[in-house]
């Protein structure tokens, strides 16, 4: 039940281009900066984990091709990657996370010869990636208990293997649910105006086996008026301090749907999203893509030519929307300024 999404081989970061999926299943060889980089702005990899783990395979990307003879050479070059890839997609924190974990590793590694630091800055790559894994796992156990006894359960975006390094955060609990034999059925949001869910989280499903429903996003409130929705569980970009949520744009209104119909809505990201050093939801950077992702779908125009559109890619949900979050340490609940704090001694 785990895909892969990005992995290193042959001296390459490789990972499945999602701007395909699901009629074509392709896979992209990054073997410089640059490819790194464009695979996480135009998106051909997406989702906070999974970004994550692409940029500390950047990172070892960088050193393995470096020619510095020193390890403070070597350093410096790793220093500006950071500053590379981190400018790509500025409201994951993950990414930030990842490259600054693999500086660290650099630093600490300053008196050792130049093939030695390679060397480790690629275990470190492939460390994050399997933390990244069991992480997901663990998610999946904390969540699943949440899910309601007939499990219907909506979500929105992608949150699974693909976003992560192969099982997912907010489809943890259903997969492992769904594993354990409970009846699960998921409620999937298209997710305009890339169609994550569409594209990526059915097609998951299919792959899994497990029962499904796609849904335009203007059909939520419906399903919940009808009483078919149980619970909504959905990923996170990033976690501030406060519990305030910045997820894929639409987010938000699912909270506000969830709470009015008195449904519960969950936040299911590994303890990396969390960011403590952001106060709040208004002071996440919200990123703002290309309008022509709005007006056009896979490349064909739904509107009129020289409509202006907006594109704000992701939104904040308040922590008073918002149930518990689910991270690999366990499940936190409001109120989240105290309980978000306390996962730090937790591992």
């Known amino acids: 039940m785990e895909l892969r999404t990005v992995w290193w081989e042959d001296n390459a970061v490789c990972l499945i281009d999602q701007r395909k999926l699901p009629h074509i299943v392709e896979v992209v060889r990054c073997t410089d900066l640059d490819a790194v980089a464009f695979a996480i702005r135009s998106m051909q990899v997406r989702g906070a984990p999974a970004i994550g783990c692409t940029a500390a395979y950047g990172m070892a990307l960088v050193a393995q091709r470096s020619n510095a003879n020193t390890p403070a050479a070597l350093l410096t070059e790793l220093e500006q990657a950071k500053r590379t890839l981190d400018a790509q997609r500025p409201t994951a924190v993950n990414l930030a996370w990842a490259t600054s974990r693999m500086v660290r590793q650099a630093h600490a590694l300053l008196n050792e010869d130049v093939t030695m630091m390679k060397t480790a800055l690629l275990a470190e790559a492939e460390a994050i990636f399997a933390e990244d894994l069991a992480m997901c796992h663990a998610i999946g156990d904390h969540g699943a208990p949440l899910i309601p006894p007939r499990g219907h359960v909506l979500t929105h ?55 499904q429903t796609l849904i335009t996003d203007n059909m939520a409130a419906f399903m919940m008026q009808r009483g078919q929705i149980d619970c909504v569980i959905v990923g996170a970009d990033r976690i501030a301090a406060n519990g305030d949520v910045a997820n894929k744009i639409g987010t938000y209104g699912l909270a506000i749907l969830a709470r009015y119909h008195n449904i519960p809505f969950y936040v299911a990201a590994p303890y990396s999203t969390i960011d403590l050093n952001t106060a709040s ?23 009129p030519d020289g409509v202006p559109a907006a594109h704000p890619a992701f939104d904040v949900t308040p922590h008073e929307l918002i149930t518990a979050i689910i991270t690999e340490r366990g499940v936190v609940r409001p109120p989240f300024v105290a309980a978000l704090r306390q996962l730090e001694s937790k591992q």
Do not use: K, M, S
């Open 281 to 303: 939801g208004a002071d996440i950077p919200i990123e703002e893509r290309d309008p022509n992702e709005v007006t056009r779908i896979a490349g064909v125009a739904i509107a």
């Open 157 to 211: 975006c992608n949150a699974g293997g693909l976003a992560t390094a192969g099982y997912g955060t907010a489809l943890a609990p259903i997969r492992t649910a769904f594993a354990q034999g409970r009846p699960i059925h998921v409620f999937v949001d298209e997710t305009r105006p890339f169609l994550q869910g569409a594209r990526l989280t059915a097609w998951e499903l299919l792959q899994a086996g497990i029962p």
